[in-house]
């Protein structure tokens, strides 16, 4: 079985977010603010007061007072202003916002809090064509927001305009793994990998210990499918850094691939043990290697090897694939154990929570499952399969009067599910014929009857 060795673009390539607007100060407009009335004043203050505990309506309420007492004081309409733009953008009104920013400007043109609160909103609303002439105003007052006009001419396939700024921009202040990844990403966007090889290969070869430089170069070997190269530059990569924990997340696969299943288990060792490695990549890894192990004899004895190290994270997930894998290879006590240890680690997981219950309802754990039912119902309350599992584990231990209480309790839950409903009917028989109430358990009995036509007809 042939792994296609890509690792995730977010981890090499990361996100190309607005770095400069992030660093933005929330400066208001009050030191501008002269001789107030009273009126204004406690208006004002009111509003910058409800924005600070999130209650923004009201705070708009205020300004709309406060506007009123400012008269003809353009510089207090215009803190106002300001101050309505950013309400307005934390409700997403964000063309309200943008009107009263505007309006601030009008008065202001340059103002620099201003400008980058509108930029800000553009950004997050990915408004980048209008954020493009903002930005090139910015850039008059702090030439670092250039490199956001390169990333604004990316977000926009202005690919020329951003290729041609990078690259005055790496004369004038040097280069940066950000400028050299976003390059790299527009390169392929384009079509011109090979441009963005070469230009690798160069980096590397000035700075043979840039991590990221190897790891962006072995993302595109990959996405070229040259993956014989791509292994070369990891172990290339291992040579020059032997602590990179990072290049484990390509190398594990390429051993897989290699049929060096011991290379790849240490490598997966790393990567579990590594804290510079987020859960979602390591939950991948474990995925890629439990669906390879399954078609491959030789590795399925190095599970629970692997699975030691696994053990010390703390990582619901992880032990749902583990779970999941046991599962399909009919090892249901295994499969148990760790669904068991994933609730553990997150109790309010109902996926885990109803795999674990239905494994101790097949393994007749019928207790287990009594127990663990009724203490999630008071997480998940209007969950009807928890009362129904509840019920049948009652049932099978012959405690009647409680199966019935908490199956009748639960069919106030369903909804629309007929087949769920049978269930229910059939095991309220059951429970009533324990208790000896024929009446009853015949009534039930005909529900159930009368839905199994009903649901045949559906299928039908």
């Known amino acids: 079985m042939k792994i296609k060795p890509i690792f995730l673009s977010l981890l090499i390539f990361g996100f190309f977010c607005n770095p400069k607007a992030m660093c933005a100060q929330d400066n208001p407009l009050t030191d501008d603010l002269g001789n107030v009335s009273d ?7 009111e509003a910058l007061k409800q924005k600070g505990i999130e209650n923004y309506e009201l705070a708009l309420h205020a300004l709309e007072k406060a506007e009123v007492a400012a008269g003809d004081n353009q510089v207090n309409k215009a803190v106002v202003y300001f101050e309505k733009g950013k309400n307005l953008a934390f409700l997403k009104r964000f063309e309200d916002a943008e009107k009263n920013y505007s309006l601030v400007l009008e008065w202001s043109p340059n103002r620099l809090d201003v400008l980058e609160a509108l930029y800000d909103m553009y950004y997050d609303t990915k408004n980048y064509k209008a954020a493009i002439p903002l930005v090139k105003k910015l850039i008059l007052q702090d030439t670092d927001y250039k490199e956001d006009l390169a990333n604004l001419y990316h977000r926009t396939k202005q690919y020329d305009k951003a290729l041609i700024l990078l690259d005055e921009l790496d004369k004038e ?5 950000y400028r050299n990844a976003l390059k790299t ?14 230009k690798l290969e ?8 840039s991590e990221q430089e190897y790891l962006n170069l072995i993302y595109l070997y990959s996405d070229q499918g040259n993956v014989q190269k791509a292994f070369d530059i990891a172990k290339e990569l291992l040579k020059q850094q032997p602590n990179s924990q990072l290049v484990h997340l390509a190398l594990y696969k390429f051993y897989l691939d ?24 390591k939950n991948s890894v474990l995925e890629d290697f439990l669906i390879f192990s399954n078609n491959n004899p030789t590795l399925k004895i190095k599970v629970d090897g692997l699975i030691t190290d696994i053990l010390e994270q703390d990582n619901s997930q992880v032990f749902l694939l583990l779970g999941d894998y046991y599962l399909s290879e009919s090892n249901k006590e295994k499969a148990l154990f760790y669904y068991k240890k994933g609730i553990d680690s997150d109790p309010d997981n109902y996926g885990l ?30 969950q009807p399969l928890l009362y129904l599992v509840n019920g049948v584990a009652n049932n099978e231990l012959k405690n009647a009067e409680q199966a019935v209480e ?24 059951i429970a009533y014929t324990l208790k000896e109430n024929a ?22």
Do not use: C
């Open 39 to 45: 009126s204004f004043q406690d208006n004002f203050f």
């Open 173 to 177: 202040w040097g280069e940066t793994t």
């Open 185 to 198: 990403q527009i390169y392929r966007r384009t079509g011109n990998t090979e441009k963005a090889i070469n």
């Open 202 to 209: 160069e980096n590397i070869t000035k700075n043979p210990k």
């Open 258 to 281: 290699d049929g060096d299943f011991d290379k790849a288990i240490k490598s997966m060792q790393v990567v579990f043990s590594s804290n510079l490695i987020e859960s979602n990549s």
């Open 353 to 382: 929570i109803k795999n674990t219950i239905l494994l101790q309802i097949e393994l007749e754990k019928y207790k287990d499952a009594i127990l663990l039912s009724t203490e999630v119902l008071e997480i998940f309350p209007a």
């Open 406 to 429: 908490i199956l009748e309790m639960g069919l106030d839950y369903l909804f629309d599910d007929p087949k769920m409903e049978y269930d229910f009917y059939q095991q309220l028989r």
């Open 439 to 460: 009446k009853k358990a015949n009534m039930y009995y005909k529900k159930a009857t009368q839905l199994s036509i009903t649901n045949q007809k559906i299928d039908h």
